[in-house]
């Protein structure tokens, strides 16, 4: 096909996208400024499949000479705006820089990059997609979009005009675009640059990697010790401040080589996505019969689902509340890419650490952001050199970034110093952290700040058999209180969830742990009960995925019991020289409690009885965290008998019940009184 084929086909394109009317408002902005111009900046539109439809060779040189194509449209433009007198000071065609942006590519093989293969063939210079999670972003610099060059020698025709315009191209560096040894074409005098026609435009440099790279950040070392290495993607004008930090994204861009000290592959962006993985239709048929057998009841599911969690690290029916804290957390997190808002964070306090670390490694690969924070990394954001020499600060983010919408696994608190356990408070208390940029430091004129939002719930452990915390106890003086002096309170405080995992306590039994860890090391590939057949590693993945996927909404009588049992709490642990020991975060804990027990259970309304388990729950820390109080709940009170079967579960329903009668009991006695469960509110 000749040139002007593909032209015409580009024109009736544009007229049938609507791209054409788009261009002639974009022609009436520039016609209308009083500012003159030596570069006029289109952005254009382009879905592959449509021009593949009208024009396959147009379509081809789209998706595989895309600096070809961006010049047909070039021409076309320019023929436009001279015909329909769009713009009057245009004089030449090289003033009209044309960007492409494509809606998506052809979902086939070759136009994916994926980021753990190699070669990457960046030599085609043609257009691919890719996806990954960022991990580090620049601040925002300037860049050269377009310059004016003219002819040093006045004599020559081309010392005035708009003869020699430069713009910036996919993968081409600052001196490309604007230097010193440019020739004139006519009689090869040197071209100096008219500065005052420069367009400046924005850029910002962002570091991805590959999902499959999370698997480095599990706790697990399966095979041997594997390097991941950051893709760099170049953001300009519009795309700049699109990505954020630990956010997922499909790139549609151009490959290129930047050469700083070594050689390395960049991303030239042409449109951004953000990605959101489709939500799970359903859940195993295992479970599918279980939830029908269950049915009759609002807990025995959820109990029946911690009872059996992890059996391939712990026997069934051992560390029953602990597995059903880490269940409702897990429940909790999100893979949508929406703000997360309900946290559950979770600090174990433990004797045994190897057995807490190995359920919790368990526990975090099963959702997709389950980050086990290595100790020689930071968890929070930190500051860097950028090592492109563009000027801009480079900011790398931690642990808690990239565990996003899911769990940050913070290890012993023991292992962090004081100044990075203050700021684990004040994320905990505000979930956001302010980073602050030093503008002399980083070769800038003024300080800067940025701000980024913590989205994931953290866990951690505080080991009480350690010879220090062990001589340092003291005597508690009030019932049910645990020594926790050598935490610091505020500390203790922001942490959702305090839950003793004692050996001495019925509800952690030595004998069968010991049984299974002997059992495992004889066997260690054997499934030993009967319920890690039944209910596999992957059904339980398959069930969270479509449980924290759940729509979840209040009914008015739980959100009256919620209101009503914190002012209760409020109103009996209140002194008059501290004033109330409940903080108002209490009331974002209950609730998301209240939401992950009834997306446990599967259902979309979170009702009574989900109030009462998180009013169990959150009385049972606060017991371990000021001692007892009117409404006494016992350490085992989730789980007071063993679930051996039927029987036993229909005695904890009973007992459940008993605890609801107490809990309206409490909140009609403490709390505002009558009013609250009136049916005018």
Not at 502 to 531: F, G, R
Not at 568 to 589: E, F, H, P
Request: glycine share 4%; aromatic share 10%; charged share 20%.
């Amino acid at each position: 096909m000749s040139n002007i084929k593909m032209k015409e086909a580009a024109l009736i394109y544009l007229d049938r996208s609507g791209g054409l009317q788009k261009f002639i408002d974009d022609c009436k902005h520039y016609n209308d400024s009083k500012q003159s111009y030596a570069v006029f900046r289109f952005n254009i539109l382009i879905n592959p499949p449509d021009v593949l439809e009208l024009d396959a060779e147009l379509g081809n040189h789209i998706l595989h000479h895309p600096l070809k194509a961006a010049q047909v449209f070039q021409s076309v433009c320019f023929i436009a705006v001279k015909t329909l007198s769009l713009i009057g000071q245009l004089q030449t065609e090289t003033q009209i820089n044309i960007v492409l942006k494509l809606t998506h590519l052809p979902p086939l093989p070759s136009y994916t990059l994926d980021l753990c293969e190699f070669p990457f063939d960046y030599t085609s210079q043609r257009f691919y997609v890719m996806q990954g999670i960022v991990i580090g972003m620049t601040t925002i610099t300037k860049y050269t979009q377009g310059a004016r060059f003219l002819c040093s020698d006045e004599a020559c025709p081309f010392s005035k005009g708009f003869q020699y315009i430069r713009v910036h191209v996919p993968g081409a560096t600052e001196s490309a675009t604007v230097r010193n040894d440019f020739l004139c074409t006519l009689c090869s005098s040197s071209l100096q640059e008219d500065r005052k026609f420069r367009v400046l435009g924005d850029k910002q440099i962002v570091e991805i990697m590959t999902t499959k790279a999370l698997l480095a950040f599990r706790g697990y070392s399966k095979s041997q010790p594997f390097r991941f290495q950051p893709l760099t993607i170049f953001l300009r004008d519009e795309l700049v401040n699109k990505m954020n930090i630990g956010s997922e994204y499909e790139i549609i861009g151009i490959p290129a080589c930047v050469k700083t000290s070594q050689t390395a592959v960049c991303i030239e962006a042409n449109s951004v996505i953000l990605y959101n993985p489709e939500a799970p239709s359903g859940i195993s048929d295992n479970f599918k019969c279980l939830l029908s057998l269950t049915s009759t009841s609002c807990w025995k599911f959820a109990a029946i689902l911690a009872n059996i969690f992890a059996s391939q690290i712990v026997p069934p029916g051992t560390y029953n509340l602990l597995k059903f804290c880490l269940l409702m957390s897990l429940v909790q997190t999100s893979d949508r890419n929406k703000e997360l808002e309900n946290f559950l964070d979770i600090l174990i306090i433990t004797s045994d650490t190897l057995l807490v670390n190995r359920l919790v490694n368990f526990s975090i690969n099963l959702v997709s952001r389950g980050i086990h924070h290595p100790v020689c990394t930071e968890i929070f954001p930190t500051l860097f050199r950028n090592k492109y020499g563009t000027g801009a600060v480079s900011i790398q983010a931690g642990s808690s970034l990239l565990a996003k919408g899911g769990i940050c696994f913070i290890g012993d608190l023991a292992s962090h110093k004081k100044d990075k356990l203050e700021q684990l408070q004040s994320v905990l208390e505000s979930r956001s952290i302010t980073v602050y940029i030093p503008g002399k430091k980083y070769g800038d004129n003024i300080d800067q700040q940025m701000t980024f939002p913590i989205q994931c719930s953290f866990w951690s452990f505080v080991d009480m058999d350690s010879s220090l915390r062990r001589n340092a106890q003291k005597t508690n003086t009030l019932i049910g209180q645990m020594d926790c002096s050598l935490i610091p309170a505020n500390l203790v405080e922001a942490f959702g969830l305090l839950i003793n995992c004692n050996e001495s306590s019925p509800c952690y039994p030595l004998m069968p742990i010991v049984q299974h860890t002997l059992k495992k090391a004889i066997e260690p590939d054997e499934l030993l009960y009967l319920a890690s057949k039944q209910f596999t590693t992957e059904d339980f993945e398959k069930l969270l995925a479509f449980a924290k996927n759940l729509n979840v909404e209040f009914s008015s009588e739980a959100e009256r019991m919620i209101h009503g049992y914190y002012l209760a709490s409020r109103r009996i642990r209140t002194d008059s020289v501290y004033g109330s020991k409940l903080s108002a975060s209490a009331i974002k804990y209950l609730v998301s409690l209240s939401e992950a027990h009834a997306r446990l259970n599967l259902r979309c309304s979170v009702l009574k009885e989900d109030v009462l388990i998180a009013a169990l729950l959150f009385e049972t820390s606060l017991t371990l965290k000021y001692g007892a109080t009117a409404f006494c709940v016992a350490p085992n009170a989730l789980f007071p008998f063993d679930l051996y079967n039927e029987e036993y579960l229909e005695q904890r329903d009973l007992y459940l019940i008993q605890c609801q009668q107490q809990f309206q009991q409490f909140i009609a006695t403490y709390g505002p009184g009558p009013a609250l469960f009136s049916n005018d509110e």
